[in-house]
């Protein structure tokens, strides 16, 4: 536009912006709406918490020893947790549009209160896994309306991570309850472990109570006065013709986005985060660490280590942009599983003690935790929801998420089988390939995100 235009609209402020949303209801003093948004987006995204993916990890060890049951079973009783919250993921959407978002979030705190109440008190391997059930039901609400809220009282970016910064927190917390109540007799060390989850989430609720409902469900619901387009946005983003758009009919521009949108999900799973965070104790004893005491301990700086370099990410993260720390990342995976699955090795292949190749196996998994945390970790929600408009964004997150969670439940139950064919390093040579064919598939195929404007110009000269 030529300059002596451009001053026209700026002689008239009296004039209406033509494009007003649900932002510029907000109040007019940014650093305290700032402040405001940032305490709801935190409360939100601690109901990830609730996710025991960590302290199954040591827990599962007494639990086998108690109970007396297989490998096989501690694979189903630790990978199910992922088809578990595929539950409480599907039906997340209907119940949050029916009862709201906070709502929704207090009965996931419900769902998990039960189920950590229902495995501190399980005699046997059935009743452990209806626990393990009901919990995983309400993982699976937390896993989708805490960014769901977030996205809709908060931009785009920094805040959307907060969500795996809790479900560190989550996992540390975890693997901090292991190891204090790994002193007490047997019987009732591993029920402590899973059992004393009700605490926070009863904590979770109460507060999420006092969180305001999501100003983009109020407008749904005719309780606010917004944009007629943000209830319309609502109202087809359930439409048949979205799963159309994605599946059966779609564009260059949607079939690219639907690509890469699922890509980052399967790949997050397929690089073995998983293994990582659930089989923790199992690596180190292999890696030489033979007592349990120092398993765990070793297990703690694992959950430690991730959730200081995912505090670090999401202050990168705006400063970097997701492309360059998606790389990194991802490269850094490939060199740590690569030297991890070299020292695990060595160990099995040598008769004497090698302390080099056991201290060098300890700092990998740290590393691989570490690169892990710093991008693909944070960023693959992060980009998932800023990769998809606003009409597909809801049915392109939910298949991103079942392939994610179906992903991982293949990895964490066939770890045994994998390791028991080909070794536990040569897994981790398996895991290194993986994470290198990402590192193609992203440089290849994931440009840098912008604001959700630019998207489509950006695909389209990618795709051209």
């Not at 599907?90 to 929704?104: E, H, L, N, P």
């Not at 399980?122 to 809220?149: D, E, H, Q």
């Not at 699922?262 to 292999?286: D, L």
């Not at 670090?312 to 720390?325: C, H, K, Q, S, W």
Request: charged share 15%; with cysteine.
């Amino acid at each position: 536009m030529a300059g002596g235009q451009s001053t026209e609209g700026d002689a008239n402020p009296s004039q209406p912006a033509p494009d007003r949303t649900l932002a510029d209801f907000g109040p007019v003093k940014k650093p305290k709406r700032n402040r405001y948004v940032l305490a709801c987006a935190t409360l939100a995204s601690m109901t990830s918490v609730l996710l025991d993916n960590g302290v199954m990890s040591g827990a599962d060890i007494y639990i086998q020893d108690d109970l007396n049951i297989s490998d096989l079973q501690v694979a189903l009783l630790v990978g199910t947790l992922n088809l578990y919250s595929l539950v409480g993921s599907a039906a997340a959407g209907r119940t949050s549009d029916w009862i709201g978002r906070r709502y929704t979030m207090v009965m996931a705190g419900a769902f998990f209160f039960v189920g950590s109440i229902l495995m501190g008190f399980a005699t046997n391997y059935v009743f452990l896994m209806v626990g393990r059930f009901v919990a995983g039901v309400g993982g699976g609400y937390a896993l989708m309306i805490a960014p769901v809220y977030t996205a809709e009282v908060s931009s785009r970016g920094f805040l959307t991570s907060f969500q795996e910064v809790f479900n560190d927190a989550g996992i540390l917390l975890g693997y901090l309850s292991n190891y204090a109540f790994s002193k007490f007799p047997t019987k009732l060390g591993w029920r402590f472990m899973l059992g004393i989850g009700a605490i926070p989430s009863v904590f979770l609720a109460l507060v999420v109570l006092g969180m305001p409902e999501s100003p983009r469900w109020l407008g749904m619901k005719g309780r606010l006065d917004c944009n007629d387009d943000v209830v319309k946005v609502q109202k087809q983003s359930h439409g048949k013709g979205v799963w159309k758009e994605l599946l059966v009919d779609p564009t260059p521009f949607v079939r690219h986005i639907l690509i890469c949108g699922i890509g980052i999900y399967f790949f997050e799973q397929a690089s073995g985060i998983e293994v990582i965070v659930s089989y923790s104790p199992r690596i180190f004893e292999e890696a030489g660490i033979t007592s349990s005491n120092g398993k765990l301990l070793a297990t703690v700086a694992v959950g430690f280590t991730k959730t200081v370099f995912i505090l670090v990410a999401t202050f990168l993260l705006e400063r970097i942009g997701r492309r360059p720390l998606f790389l990194s990342s991802v490269g850094g995976m490939v060199l740590s599983l690569t030297t991890l699955g070299f020292g695990l090795t060595m160990i099995d292949q040598s008769d004497e003690k090698l302390p080099w190749a056991v201290a060098l196996s300890i700092a990998m998994v740290l590393a691989y935790v570490s690169f892990f945390s710093i991008g693909m970790g944070p960023i693959t929600s992060v980009y998932s929801s800023e990769i998809f408009p606003s009409r597909l964004r809801a049915q392109g997150k939910i298949m991103g998420v079942v392939v994610n969670r179906v992903t991982g439940e293949v990895i964490s139950t066939t770890f045994f089988m994998l390791y028991g064919a080909i070794t536990m390093g040569g897994s981790f040579f398996v895991f290194a390939g993986i994470a290198a064919v990402a590192w193609v598939f992203f440089f290849v195929f994931l440009p840098e995100t912008r604001t959700s404007e630019d998207m489509d110009v950006l695909y389209d000269s990618y795709i051209e």
